[in-house]
């Protein structure tokens, strides 16, 4: 009587042993590595019908790196001299035609603190500014992060936000000038950044003014500008220009730089630097050289038959903006029909017997004003 169901839970058995999906597992499934270190992970099919695939993936799906190599038949990953960027899940896929599964290994890899500080050394701050300075550190395990201030042992009390660790002055004073070091430490090493912090304006430190700020001098003229520095010792001053050497016709005395016969190729930023053992001070002078016009006619000289047009330009060169003006010599007004032009031409249309002549041209900038002459001459 119970023969028959016998047969039946038999023949369901073997059905199903031979379409089963595989069965897998990783060994170890984590492991814990220091930087540099190797280890690798098998992948264990238990059951399942043959043939069966095993594939290696990162939990992400991401590429395996170029440092994680897979063993003969596939079954053992290996990540060769661990990095911190290997640190995740890694997945062995087996799968065979009834299906798949996976087992998930997970890598940790620890190394020591890397530190990073915004911004990065030297400092150079006004006394009484606010100063903060972040130091940042990554590592595994997490790094534990102190400031503290070169040749004292004391730690600074800090604040630490999102991995950012902070040291921050609401004034800074001249003393808090210094070499300052942040820590980060774990279980793997201590690592050290340091900055020098230098407080500048302190009692004794030059502050240089110029005279003037913006000097305008005309092409050829002579320029002096000065300087004056506070501080004890006196401050030694020097005059620079900036991007280029001082002009070779110049002279240094008493902190006034003087200049002669300049040219528009002097213009540009010069430099005064006043300097003594508490540090240094710049100040500075733009200067613009400027240039009166300087006109030409072309052509100079007209040769035209009645009827024809007339067509000139007056150029000049030097500092912007000019202003062009025509006149004809002798005569209080162009003839009628003349045109003129903003940048300097003159037209007419159809010349005159009467209208030959000389022309003039007065070109005029906010520094001088320059002219020239056109001959124009009428024959039929
Ligand atoms: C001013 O002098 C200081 C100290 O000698 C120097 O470091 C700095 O570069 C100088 N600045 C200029 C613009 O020459």
Same mark, same amino acid.
């Given at each position: 009587?119970?023969?028959?169901?016998?047969?039946? @839970?038999?023949?369901?058995?073997?059905?199903?042993? !031979?379409?089963?999906?595989?069965? $897998?597992?990783?060994?170890?499934?984590?492991?814990?590595?220091?930087?540099?270190?190797?280890?690798?992970?098998?992948?264990?099919?238990?059951?399942?019908?043959?043939?069966?695939?095993?594939?290696?993936?990162?939990?992400?799906?991401?590429?395996?790196?170029?440092?994680?190599?897979?063993?003969?038949?596939?079954? $053992?990953?290996?990540? $060769?001299? !661990?990095?911190?960027?290997?640190?995740?899940?890694?997945?062995?896929?087996?799968?065979?035609?009834?299906?798949?599964?996976?087992?998930?290994?997970?890598?940790?890899?620890?190394?020591?603190?890397?530190?990073?500080?915004?911004?990065?050394?030297?400092?150079?701050?006004?006394?009484?500014?606010?100063?903060?300075?972040? +130091?940042?550190?990554?590592?595994?395990?997490?790094?534990?992060?102190?400031?503290?201030?070169?040749? !004292?042992?004391?730690?600074?009390?800090?604040?630490? @936000?999102?991995?950012?660790?902070? @040291?921050?002055?609401?004034?800074?004073?001249?003393?808090?000038?210094?070499?300052?070091?942040?820590?980060?430490?774990?279980?793997?090493?201590?690592?050290?950044?340091?900055?020098?912090?230098?407080?500048?304006?302190?009692?004794?430190?030059?502050?240089?003014?110029? !005279?003037?700020?913006?000097?305008?001098?005309?092409?050829?003229?002579?320029?002096?500008?000065?300087?004056?520095?506070?501080?004890?010792?006196?401050?030694?001053?020097?005059?620079?220009?900036?991007?280029?050497?001082?002009?070779?016709?110049?002279?240094?005395?008493?902190?006034?730089?003087?200049?002669?016969?300049?040219?528009?190729?002097?213009?540009?930023?010069?430099?005064?630097?006043?300097?003594?053992?508490?540090?240094?001070?710049?100040?500075?002078?733009?200067?613009?050289?400027?240039?009166?016009?300087?006109?030409? +006619?072309?052509?100079?000289?007209?040769?035209?038959?009645?009827?024809?047009?007339?067509?000139?330009?007056?150029?000049?060169?030097?500092?912007?903006?000019?202003?062009?003006?025509?006149?004809?010599?002798?005569?209080?007004?162009?003839?009628?029909?003349?045109?003129?032009?903003?940048?300097?031409?003159?037209?007419?249309?159809?010349?005159?017997?009467?209208?030959?002549?000389?022309?003039? +041209? $007065?070109?005029?900038?906010?520094?001088?004003?320059?002219?020239?002459?056109?001959?124009?001459?009428?024959?039929?």
């Amino acid at each position: 009587m119970d023969f028959l169901p016998a047969i039946l @839970i038999l023949s369901s058995l073997l059905c199903s042993v !031979s379409s089963q999906a595989p069965v $897998v597992s990783v060994e170890p499934r984590s492991a814990t590595v220091r930087q540099g270190e190797s280890v690798s992970f098998r992948c264990q099919v238990g059951r399942g019908a043959q043939p069966i695939q095993i594939e290696w993936k990162r939990a992400n799906n991401q590429a395996l790196q170029d440092n994680v190599k897979i063993g003969p038949g596939g079954t $053992v990953l290996t990540v $060769v001299n !661990s990095r911190p960027g290997n640190q995740g899940s890694y997945r062995c896929v087996a799968s065979n035609s009834a299906g798949r599964s996976s087992a998930t290994a997970v890598l940790n890899v620890k190394y020591a603190p890397k530190v990073r500080l915004t911004p990065a050394g030297p400092m150079r701050v006004r006394i009484g500014e606010p100063v903060s300075i972040e +130091c940042r550190a990554a590592g595994r395990p997490r790094p534990k992060m102190t400031w503290k201030r070169q040749g !004292s042992t004391l730690q600074y009390v800090t604040q630490e @936000i999102n991995d950012v660790n902070t @040291i921050q002055w609401a004034v800074i004073h001249p003393e808090d000038s210094g070499v300052y070091i942040c820590q980060g430490e774990n279980t793997e090493g201590v690592t050290e950044v340091k900055i020098d912090l230098i407080v500048e304006g302190g009692l004794g430190a030059p502050v240089a003014t110029v !005279s003037s700020e913006e000097v305008t001098a005309v092409e050829g003229h002579t320029v002096k500008m000065s300087c004056a520095a506070t501080g004890s010792p006196t401050p030694v001053i020097t005059w620079s220009k900036l991007r280029a050497p001082l002009p070779w016709k110049h002279t240094v005395a008493g902190g006034v730089l003087t200049l002669t016969s300049v040219g528009r190729q002097d213009s540009g930023q010069y430099i005064c630097n006043a300097t003594n053992i508490h540090g240094y001070s710049e100040a500075y002078t733009q200067m613009e050289v400027e240039s009166p016009p300087y006109a030409t +006619c072309l052509p100079e000289q007209v040769k035209l038959q009645p009827r024809d047009s007339l067509q000139v330009q007056c150029l000049a060169h030097g500092s912007h903006p000019i202003r062009f003006e025509w006149s004809r010599v002798g005569r209080p007004s162009l003839p009628a029909g003349a045109e003129t032009s903003a940048d300097g031409r003159l037209f007419i249309a159809h010349i005159k017997q009467g209208d030959a002549g000389t022309y003039k +041209c $007065v070109a005029t900038n906010h520094v001088g004003s320059s002219e020239a002459q056109v001959k124009v001459v009428v024959k039929a």
